[in-house]
C-alpha cells in the first residue's frame, strides 16, 4: 500500500520500502542514524527527492496537507498548539472512546497540555492522530514513555487497526515490542536503510 | 503668531548641559563621556545636513527630487528594520520583506493624506509629503520590526506546534495563524499605546512643535489627530504585509516549515 522508492535527503540516503495493507514494519538503529528523518521525508516535512505512493496514488499529484491526512507521522515528542487537550481534536466528542481505550479518563480531554506527563502526552497525540482515520501510521518511539501494562494497551489497540488494513511504520528501540508488532524488521545505520533479521527484504 | 528666533548663542547655552552630563560621567567613572559627547556631535551634525537639504528640497519644490528624498528614507527605514532582527531572514528577503511592505504602506498613506486630507498645492509640495511621510515611516518601522521579529521568534520557538498541526493535515495558513497573530498584535501595541496615552503621558512631538512654532493649540490638535491616524492606518498595512510576507517565506509550497531559509543568530 504504501510505496517507497529513492526517498533521499540530506543525512538520509535513497530508500526503498514498501508496506502493505494490515502489515506493520519495525526500523530501528541507534540514536542519530536518520530514523526521524525517514519519517519526516515520508511525509515530506523537509524537502526531499523520491517518489512515495499510497494505493497507487502519488504523493506529489496530491496537495501536501491531503497527502498527510492519509498519511500521519507521530513524532517521539508531538508539539501542542493550544492551551488545552480537547482544542487539539476536530470533534473531542468522537475521541473520548479512543482516548478510554488507551488507559486516560474522558476528563483528559479537559486538562491543560501544560501539566500532561510524557506517556499521557504520547497516548494523547496517538489518539489525536487516529481520529484522522488514517491509511498508513508512522510511529516514532510510541510507548518509550509508558510502563510495561500500559504500553501492551497501546500495542494491542495498534494490533486492532493492524487487522483493519492500515499499515503501520514503528521507530523503536524496544527489541520485545519489535517482535510482538511486526514481522518485518529494518535497520537503520548512518543514513541507509537495509533489511534486518531472517524474514527481513521488500 | 511667530517663532522666537534661537541665536547660535541659545543653542551654545543648551549645550552646556551636554558638558554637564560628560562632567558627571568622568567624575562618576561611568566611562560614557566620549560617547556622550561623540552622539552630540552626530546630532548636531546630522540635523544641520537634514536642515540644508529640507530648505533646498523646498525652493526647489521638484516632484523629482521629492520622490527621491523619500526613497532615500524608505530605504533607511529597511535597513533600521532588519538591524533590529535577531534572526534573518536569507538573501534578498532579509531586506526585501520590510523595505518593500514599508514602501507600500507608506507611500499609499502619505499620498492618501497629502490628496485628500492635507491638500497642499502642488500635493507633492516637500514641505508636507516629506514630514508627514517621515512621521509615518518612523511609525510603521517600528511596527515592522517589531512583527517581522515576533513573527521569526515565534517560529523557530514555536516550531513543534506548527509542525504538528502540518502533520495532522493543516494548510500552512493555518499552522502559522497563531504566530501570525501574535505578530500582528506585537507590531500593533506601539501604535495603539501612543494613542490612548496621547495628551495625558506625552505631549506628541509634532504638536508640541506647532504650538511652539505659534499655531493655535486646537489647530495643532488637529493636525496631531489626523497624523495619529495616518500613523495607524500605515502601521497596519505596513505590517500586515511584512507579516504575511515573511509567513509566506517561511513556509512553502509543499506546506512546510522552512526554518532553513533563516540566517544564524545575530547578536544585538
Redesign the interface.
Known amino acids: 500500500m504504501l510505496k517507497i522508492r529513492g526517498l533521499a535527503r540530506p543525512g538520509l540516503e535513497p530508500a526503498n520500502l514498501d508496506v502493505a495493507a494490515g502489515e506493520c514494519v519495525a526500523v530501528s538503529g541507534p540514536s542519530g542514524a536518520g530514523k526521524s528523518l525517514l519519517l519526516r521525508a515520508i511525509v515530506d516535512l523537509d524537502p526531499n527527492q523520491g517518489d512515495v505512493a499510497i494505493d497507487g496514488l502519488s504523493r506529489a499529484a496530491m496537495l501536501a496537507p491531503e497527502w498527510r491526512r492519509r498519511v500521519v507521522y507521530v513524532p517521539a515528542e508531538a508539539g501542542w498548539w493550544a492551551e488545552r487537550v480537547g482544542e487539539h481534536f476536530p470533534d473531542p466528542a468522537i475521541a473520548a472512546p479512543l482516548v478510554t481505550r488507551l488507559g486516560l479518563p474522558v476528563a483528559a480531554l479537559e486538562w491543560e497540555v501544560a501539566r500532561l506527563s510524557t506517556g499521557e502526552k504520547q497516548r494523547l497525540a496517538l489518539a489525536r492522530a487516529l481520529v484522522m482515520s488514517p491509511r498508513v501510521l508512522l510511529l516514532d518511539e510510541p510507548t518509550s514513555g509508558l510502563d510495561p501494562e500500559t504500553a501492551v494497551t497501546v500495542e494491542s489497540m495498534l494490533h486492532e487497526r493492524v487487522a483493519d488494513g492500515i499499515a503501520i511504520l514503528i521507530v523503536t528501540h524496544d527489541a520485545k515490542q519489535v517482535e510482538r508488532l511486526a514481522k518485518r524488521r529494518f535497520r537503520m545505520a548512518k543514513g541507509k536503510l537495509s533489511p534486518a533479521g531472517g524474514e527481513g527484504g521488500p | 503668531m511667530s517663532v522666537v528666533p534661537l541665536s547660535y548663542v541659545d543653542i551654545g547655552l543648551a549645550a552646556v548641559l551636554l558638558f554637564m552630563n560628560a562632567a558627571l560621567s568622568l567624575a562618576l567613572r561611568l566611562g560614557l563621556a566620549r560617547r556622550l559627547l561623540v552622539a552630540g556631535a552626530r546630532m548636531v551634525v546630522q540635523l544641520t545636513l537634514i536642515g540644508l537639504v529640507l530648505k533646498a528640497l523646498f525652493e526647489l519644490a521638484s516632484p523629482t527630487f521629492t520622490a527621491l528624498a523619500a526613497l532615500i528614507m524608505v530605504l533607511f527605514a529597511g535597513r533600521e528594520a532588519m538591524a533590529r532582527q535577531e534572526r534573518r531572514f536569507t538573501g534578498f528577503w532579509t531586506y526585501g520583506i520590510g523595505t518593500g511592505s514599508m514602501m507600500a504602506a507608506g507611500i499609499i498613506v502619505t499620498v492618501f493624506g497629502l490628496a485628500t486630507q492635507i491638500s497642499p498645492d502642488p500635493w507633492y509640495d516637500p514641505r508636507y509629503a516629506i514630514p508627514v511621510l517621515g512621521m509615518i515611516l518612523g511609525n510603521t518601522m517600528n511596527g515592522v520590526s517589531l512583527g517581522l521579529d515576533r513573527l521569526v521568534s515565534g517560529a523557530v520557538v514555536?516550531?513543534?506546534?506548527?509542525?504538528?498541526?502540518?502533520?495532522?493535515?493543516?494548510?500552512a495558513t493555518q499552522a502559522m495563524r497563531?504566530v501570525t497573530r501574535e505578530s500582528m498584535r506585537a507590531g500593533l501595541i506601539p501604535t495603539i499605546n501612543g494613542m490612548a496615552a496621547a495628551g495625558l503621558v506625552s505631549l506628541p512631538g509634532m504638536m508640541t512643535g506647532q504650538i511652539l512654532a505659534g499655531v493655535e493649540p486646537v489647530e495643532a490638535v488637529k493636525y496631531q489627530i489626523l497624523i495619529m491616524f495616518l500613523i495607524g492606518g500605515g502601521t497596519g498595512l505596513g505590517l500586515l504585509a511584512a507579516v504575511l510576507l515573511g509567513a509566506r517565506r517561511l513556509t512553502?509550497s509543499?506546506?512546510?516549515?522552512r526554518l532553513d531559509r533563516l540566517g544564524a543568530k545575530a547578536d544585538s
Open positions: 514555536q516550531r513543534a506546534a506548527i509542525e504538528a498541526q502540518l502533520m495532522l493535515g493543516a494548510t497563531g512553502d509543499r506546506h512546510r516549515l
